[in-house]
């Protein structure tokens, strides 16, 4: 991955020289190596570079996370040296270009597509009990978007339209939403001490002190297999350790589950 983003940070070199730029010029080099990082999943924040191995103790990748608030920031873009803010904003449309035409032709071939993003569904491609998730990270903070501005979220297993705006006793609000973002963002440790106090893993069962513990050395893609094969059979399990293996995000769970079975994080590589 390092030298895929030196070769692309040598290309976009190439192609500023080619346009007569100064390739000497600091805003111009440091422009186009915040866009090839954070297109690659290496996000910045400078407040916290000091505290990056405390970071990672406690969340799953914080610099994806980084990386992908900040191309969801049109703030970032302005900050960007001319040449690399074309080049970042061509590159996003082709990514989105690329998303909508791959959920289109899934569409097409028969397979459901979440158009609601209220729903956790949604921009996921559905075939059977499967979710694969193709946005590359980008999803999940869009849903999230969306339902703390419309005040509502959506079941993806029962359609169930739930408000997060009439308050009172054990009634779903914003800040519910908020929490639960947050700790699916979290590392394998601190997760799997969250689930021990809480007496209440992510699929919203009882946890096993032993077997949750397993979970963490298990490799995310093997897991989602697992999930997969449990709840669908081999061809869940080898279409969820397949499309895992590249970099998507892939769910298994039964319509008539409480809670959706564990977290998915992608670790995306475009």
């Known amino acids: 991955l390092n030298?895929?983003?030196?070769d692309a940070f040598d290309n976009y070199l190439r192609m500023a020289e080619s346009k007569g730029l100064d390739i000497e010029?600091?805003?111009?080099?440091?422009?186009?190596a915040r866009w090839v990082n954070h297109a690659t999943g290496r996000g910045t924040v400078k407040s916290f570079e000091d505290s990056m191995v405390v970071l990672n103790a406690?969340?799953?990748?914080?610099?994806?996370?980084?990386?992908r608030l900040q191309l969801l920031n049109p703030a970032f873009y302005a900050t960007l040296h001319p040449f690399a803010r074309k080049q970042a904003l061509q590159g996003m449309a082709q990514l989105l270009g690329g998303i909508s035409l791959t959920l289109w032709v899934?569409?097409?071939?028969?397979?459901?597509?979440?158009?609601?993003?209220?729903?956790?569904?949604?921009?996921?491609?559905?075939?059977?009990?499967?979710?694969?998730?193709i946005a590359g990270g980008f999803q999940q903070y869009l849903v999230a978007a969306s339902?703390?501005?419309?005040?509502?979220s959506v079941s993806t297993t029962t359609g169930k339209v739930t408000s997060l705006t009439e308050g009172g006793f054990a009634k779903p609000s914003r800040a519910d939403i908020l929490a639960r973002?947050?700790?699916n963002k979290l590392a394998p440790v601190p997760s799997y001490a969250t689930d021990l106090l809480k007496n209440e893993n992510f699929a919203g069962d009882k946890p096993d002190p032993l077997k949750e513990a397993g979970r963490i050395f298990l490799p995310l893609g093997l897991e989602n297999a697992y999930e997969g094969f449990k709840v669908g059979g081999p061809g869940a399990g080898?279409?969820?350790?397949?499309?895992?293996?590249?970099?998507?995000?892939?769910?298994?769970?039964?319509?008539?589950?409480?809670?959706?079975?564990r977290r998915s994080k992608s670790l995306w590589v475009p």
Do not use: C, H, W
């Not at 030298?3 to 030196?6: L, P, Q």
């Not at 397979?111 to 979710?131: C, H, L, N, Q, Y």
């Not at 969820?240 to 008539?256: D, H, M, R």
């Open 238 to 261: 080898l279409t969820s350790l397949g499309l895992g293996s590249i970099g998507f995000g892939v769910q298994t769970y039964k319509p008539n589950a409480k809670k959706k079975k």
């Open 25 to 32: 010029d600091p805003a111009l080099l440091k422009g186009i």
């Open 106 to 133: 899934a569409k097409m071939a028969g397979a459901e597509v979440g158009v609601d993003p209220r729903s956790s569904d949604f921009g996921k491609i559905k075939v059977g009990d499967t979710r694969v998730d």
């Open 58 to 67: 406690l969340l799953f990748s914080p610099r994806l996370i980084a990386s």
């Open 147 to 152: 339902r703390l501005v419309k005040g509502e």
């Open 181 to 183: 973002f947050a700790e």
């Open 3 to 6: 030298k895929f983003r030196a």
